[in-house]
């Protein structure tokens, strides 16, 4: 089973729409999680941070963790073309020299005008 | 320049050719990684260095050689590279506390490397 499950996709939705991308983890040991959004030919830039359970919104997005389910979820609200994109989750434990993240393969994203 | 660069852009090289990928980061941070990504497959840690020493070698093969002259510069030198070795190989940087903390990484645009 890998650490760090995530549904490739693609997912396409209609401009306006409200997206809903998830991950699941294995390890209960991880506390920090992380959401990245890449385009392509471009390298991943870190969109939200999230440490324990609970919600964290930032504009458009919304970080949600379930530490309970080993479940993490980033909503995208009024999606926009602008948004299409590979989204990728990432976690880490707490402790040690663990500055080691653990990505999920990305889900591609294409929202359509 | 700002946030983390990385040169060259692209890259095609022979398996018996030998060439280097360079990284810096403008952030101030302290810890530097290497990372391969590959179509379909999660980001590969290959490589760690914290305040300038490495601290993590994920089992990668020799073919491949990390240095680390300071904090904010990184290299990865190339040698007799396999086809499989193809990917986008990304650079990333963070602050680490002195004990070992550390979870938000920067990354760089990445070097699209093509082996013939």
């Known amino acids: 089973q890998k650490e760090v499950e995530q549904d490739p996709g693609p997912l396409s939705v209609p401009e306006g729409a409200i997206v809903s991308l998830n991950c699941t983890y294995s390890n209960s040991a991880f506390q920090y999680f992380m959401w990245y959004r890449q385009y392509s030919r471009k390298g991943p830039e870190l969109l939200m941070y999230?440490?324990?359970?609970g919600n964290k919104e930032d504009g458009r997005f919304t970080a949600q963790v379930d530490k309970s389910s080993k479940y993490i979820s980033l909503f995208i609200r009024d999606s926009q073309p602008s948004d299409s994109a590979t989204y990728l989750c990432a976690m880490s434990a707490r402790g040690g020299a663990t500055n080691k993240l653990i990505f999920g393969t990305g889900t591609l994203l294409a929202v359509q005008p | 320049e700002t946030g983390v660069t990385q040169t060259p852009r692209h890259l095609v090289m022979g398996m018996t050719n030998k060439k280097s990928l360079k990284c810096e980061q403008h952030?101030?941070?302290?810890?530097m990684y290497w990372y391969k990504q590959s179509a379909k497959k999660p980001l590969e840690l290959m490589f760690v260095?914290?305040?300038?020493?490495?601290?993590e070698n994920n089992s990668v093969p020799s073919r491949f050689s990390p240095e680390c002259p300071n904090s904010s510069h990184l290299f990865l030198h190339l040698h007799t590279l396999q086809p499989e070795d193809s990917a986008l190989y990304l650079c990333a940087s963070s602050q680490v506390g002195r004990d070992g903390s550390s979870y938000e990484q920067y990354f760089g645009p990445g070097t699209r490397l093509t082996v013939t």
């Open positions: 999230t440490y324990s359970s």
């Open positions: 260095y914290n305040f300038k020493e490495q601290t």
């Open positions: 952030l101030g941070h302290n810890a």
